[in-house]
């Protein structure tokens, strides 16, 4: 593993010590937010871990290294960088090869989590099936990694622009379990209702923690989604997320966006829509999922 992973000083020491620690993924950092606010959002996110007794490990790719742990000057050098790559599954091994930096989506921050021996992963929302599946065929290789790769994913749901029933069957299908913390309702990122109610529900990152090690230690391997519901004060209501996600959505139609662009197209476009309010909302919930990840990453080292 040391011939490809590169450890941060801080992360190393919490392992050796046995530290409880949660990871970070970067794609926010680079393609999720824009300049300052992505930077001043990673930073927060990352003392928020600490506040609540856990190490954070925002995870990256730079110069072909895998990054567990990234300093201030790489933070800020992810939320100032224009040619980041966004790196899923199968583009890890291309910027390994090539050399390059890349910006870490669910998906890779879970496996490269799961490398270094990282169970709990806090992020905004997670990926899923897109709306018009039927033309597109889109589907996040999020769900595929879940279905896999044995880290637990704190999160405010699947993203709203996403179609979230047909995000939870096929997690169904992958044998995912989907948690809900302290709700029976399934998050819709910006919004605490989705008006879909939620598999499992439990109500304390003890709880969780139990969940999680009775799982894996009976040899279910694969991971699982915590829906953590977006801080009340900072939700927005569904149907003003919605007007502004279906405008998105014709948009993105006209203009020919497909593939990995069009999450990034559509959370700028949502942010217009909302006059920065969806921006705001998600800066509290990513920040509101860290507090969650760190309190359950500590519930498990006991």
């Known amino acids: 593993m040391s011939e490809f992973i590169d450890l941060a000083p801080e992360v190393a020491e919490a392992f050796a010590s046995g530290a409880p620690v949660v990871a970070l993924e970067s794609t926010i950092i680079s393609h999720g937010m824009p300049y300052p606010q992505n930077l001043e959002t990673a930073q927060a996110v990352e003392q928020d871990v600490r506040d609540n007794g856990a190490i954070p490990a925002t995870i990256a790719v730079i110069g072909g290294r895998c990054k567990i742990g990234l300093s201030p000057a790489e933070l800020e050098y992810f939320a100032k960088g224009s040619d980041i790559l966004k790196l899923s599954r ?4 291309y910027a390994i090869a090539k050399k390059c930096d890349g910006a870490t989506t669910v998906s890779a921050t879970m496996i490269l989590a799961e490398k270094a021996g990282i169970k709990v992963f806090a992020t905004g929302g997670i990926g899923g099936v897109h709306r018009e599946l039927a033309t597109s ?10 279905g896999k790769t044995s880290v637990a ?3 405010a749901g699947a993203k709203a622009i996403l179609d979230i029933p047909m995000t939870l069957e096929h997690l169904e299908t992958l044998g995912v379990p989907v948690i809900a913390y302290g709700t029976d309702e399934f998050p819709a990122f910006y919004t605490v209702k989705s008006g879909q109610k939620a598999p499992l529900r439990l109500d304390t990152p003890g709880e969780i923690a139990a969940f999680l090690a009775s799982k894996w230690e009976f040899g279910l391997e694969g991971g699982v989604v915590i ?7 900072k939700a927005l209501a569904l149907e003003a997320i919605e007007h502004a996600i279906d405008s998105a959505l014709v948009e993105a139609k006209g203009l020919n966006i497909h593939g990995r662009d069009v999450t990034p197209f559509l959370l700028q476009r949502v942010t217009q829509h909302t006059k920065g309010k969806s921006l705001e909302a998600n800066i509290a919930l990513v920040r509101n999922n860290a507090r969650l990840g760190a309190q359950i990453a500590v519930a498990m080292a006991k």
């Open 153 to 155: 994913v704190v999160c």
């Open 90 to 93: 199968r583009d890890i091994p």
């Open 227 to 233: 829906g953590n519901p977006p801080p009340a004060d």
């Open 137 to 146: 065929f889109d589907i996040s290789a999020d769900l595929t990694e879940l």
